[in-house]
C-alpha cells in the first residue's frame, strides 16, 4: 500500500529516544499499555452514545512475551485505526512536537514522564525493541492495516487479513534489552506502572481451585481450572465515592497498595474534587516513628489510573509526604521539569487544597472523638508538627487541635494551657513562661522541682519541637518556653519577690575561688551563686535555654543559619548560698575536706542531669560506699 519517511527533518529522533531516555526505558510498556488503554474507553464512549455501531463487551488488554522469538505482543480490542489514521496518529502527529522536545528537553531528558506528552509515546518502544509492527483493524468497516518500522524514520504499511477489532502492537526486543523478555521483569513491571488501570490486563493464565463436586470424597483432589491471570484491580477505592465506602475497604486497599506493611494505619483522608481541577485520591496516616527520614516516598502518584511517580515532591506539601497513599489527577503536568512544576499555577491550587482537606480531616477527628485523638498523637504529631512548622495556612488550622502533652499525661491545646497556666507561670515582666521537659527520666528531678512550685510542665520530646517553639514564640506575643532544666526553678519563672542570701559579699567571694580551685576552669562550667530557697538543693547543672536550643535546631537543620557551626554543651553550675551543705563547704577548715565535698555535690549535681559516665561514675560509687563505711 504505502511506503515512506515519516519525517526527513528529525531523522535523529530514535538515537535521541534512546540515548536520553536510557534510564527510564521500562516505561514503554506503561505508555503502550496506556495507549492500548485510551483506545478500549474510546470506544466505550462511542459505543455509548451510538457512535460505534458494535458490542462494547468486556474488552481486556493482553500481554504476551514470546521468549524464542524475542517478541512482545501488546493486544486491544479497542477503536483500532485506519489506514488514514495510522498515517496521522503514527507518522504525523507522533512527530509534530519531536523538534520542539530535541530543543527543550536535551538536557532534562531523564526527567520521569515525559515521553508521551509530545505524541512520543508510542515511540517510547524504540528504546527496547529494533523493530517494531502495528496490525491494526479499525471498528469502521474498513480494511485492517499492518505498519512496520525498523527504527529508522522510514516506514511500511500495507492491508492485512485480521478479523477482529483492535491493535496488537509487536516488538522485536533488541539485543541490549532482552531483560524484558524474562515473565519476572514483565511482571515487576505490571504491578508497579498497571496496578489499577481502567482496563482488565491478562499476563498469562494460572490455575483456580474449583469446589469439590457434592457427593466427593475428602481424599480426593478439588477440581482446577486454567483462567486468565489478570494483574491490576480496575475499580481501586480511590475511584469510588466515599459513601460507598466502609472502613474495611478502606483497610483492605491499604494492604492492597503496601503488601509489606503489617500495621494498620491510624486513619484515612479520602479527596474527592473535580473544580477547578480534578483530583481524587486517599491518603492514609501510619504510625510514625520520631525518624523523619525513613518515612517518605510512600504517596503513589496516578494520571487516571495509571502510576507516574512516588517522588510526589512539589505536588504533595513537604510536610505531608510522610503519609501514604494515591493521588490521581489529569490536570498535573507531568511532561515539565520539577522546578517547572513547582511553580505551576494548577500544582500550587493542589497542594493548598490537599493542605486544606487534611488539616479539616484532622479537625474533625479531634472534634467528634477527643480521647482517640490524644490516643494517636504520639503517632501524628511530627507530621502535624512539621506542618504547623512549614505552612501558615496549615499553622493557623492546627491550632484548633495541635496538642500539648504534660508530663502527667493529659493533652491540652494551647488555647488550654494558657488558661491553666497564666496565674501561676506568668513572669514579674507579664510574659507567659511555658515549662517543658524532653526526656522525662534524665531531667527527672527538674521537673519535680518545676511541680514543687505549682507549675504545669509539658513533655515536648519530637525532633522538631526546638524549631516550632520558635514559630510559636516570634508569632505570639509575651509566651516563651524554657526547657525545667534550662536555669534553677526560681529563676525559670522570675517573680517579684527573690530570697535574701544568708553570705555576705565577702564570703560569696571567697566560695567562689574554692569552688573555682577544685571544679577547675578547663570545666566547661560556668558558676554562678544564687540565694534559693535552703531547701532547694545546693548543686544544680543547668543548660541556658538559648544556647542550648539552637545546638537542638542545628541538629535537625535550621541552626547553620545562626553561623556557630558544630556548637559546644554549655553548663552552668548554679550553687545555691543559702543550702546548709554549701555553707560547710565555705568553713570547712581542711582543703582536703573542702575538695571531697566540693567534687561529692558536683558529682550528685551531675548524676542527677545525668552527665556522670564511664570511670567518673565508677569512681564516684566507690568514694561514696567508702563514705558509707
Known sequence: ????????????????????????????????????????????????????????????????????????????????????????????????????????????????????????????????????????????????????CDGSPEFDLKETDKTERGTEIVLHIAEDSTEFLEESRINTLLSKYNKFMPIPIKFGTKTETLPKPEGAKEEDPAPTQEVDNIINNPNPAWTKKPADLKEEDYKGFYRELYPMQFEEPLFNIHLNVDYPFNLTGILYFPKLTNDMNIQKDKIQLYQNQVFVTDNVEGIVPEFLTMLRGVIDSPDIPLNVSRSYLQADGAVKKISSYITKKVADKLNSLFKNNREDFEQKWNDIKVVIEYGMLSEDKFFEKAEKFALFPTVDGSYLTFEELQEKIKDNQTDKDEKLVILYTSDKESQHSYIEAAKAKGYE????????????????????????????????????????????????????????????KVIGEQSGYTIQL????????????????????????????GGGMFGMGNMPDMFNLIVNTNHELVGEILNTKTAKKRERLINQSLDLARLSKGLLKGEELTNFISRSYDMIK
Do not use: C
Open 1 to 148: 500500500m504505502a511506503t515512506g519517511k515519516i519525517n526527513v527533518s528529525v531523522e535523529n529522533i530514535f538515537p535521541l529516544i534512546k540515548k536520553f531516555l536510557y534510564s527510564d526505558h521500562e516505561i514503554f510498556l506503561r505508555e503502550l499499555i496506556s495507549n492500548a488503554t485510551d483506545a478500549t474507553l474510546k470506544l466505550k464512549h462511542l459505543s455509548a452514545i451510538g457512535e460505534a455501531k458494535v458490542e462494547y463487551g468486556n474488552p481486556i488488554i493482553e500481554i504476551k512475551v514470546d521468549k524464542d522469538n524475542k517478541k512482545i505482543h501488546i493486544i486491544d480490542q479497542g477503536v483500532g485505526m485506519t489506514e488514514e489514521e495510522v498515517k496521522k496518529y503514527i507518522n504525523e502527529v507522533a512527530f509534530s512536537g519531536a523538534e520542539e522536545f530535541l530543543d527543550k528537553y536535551k538536557d532534562a531528558g531523564k526527567d520521569a514522564g515525559i515521553i508521551g506528552h509530545f505524541g512520543l509515546g508510542f515511540y517510547s518502544a524504540f528504546m527496547v525493541a529494533e523493530k517494531v509492527e502495528i496490525i491494526t483493524k479499525s471498528f469502521k468497516d474498513e480494511t485492517a492495516v499492518h505498519w512496520t
Open 457 to 516: 510542665v509539658l513533655l515536648l520530646d519530637s525532633p522538631i519541637v526546638p524549631h516550632l517553639m520558635q514559630k510559636l514564640e516570634t508569632s505570639k506575643e509575651k509566651i516563651s518556653f524554657a526547657r525545667v532544666d534550662a536555669d534553677h526553678v526560681d529563676n525559670l519563672i522570675k517573680k517579684e519577690d527573690t530570697a535574701i542570701s544568708k553570705l555576705s559579699d565577702e564570703e560569696k567571694e571567697k566560695l567562689k575561688g574554692d569552688l573555682e
Open 530 to 557: 544564687e540565694a534559693m530557697d535552703s531547701s532547694a538543693q545546693p548543686f544544680i547543672i543547668t543548660e541556658p535555654e538559648f544556647m542550648r536550643r539552637m545546638k537542638d535546631m542545628q541538629q535537625t537543620g
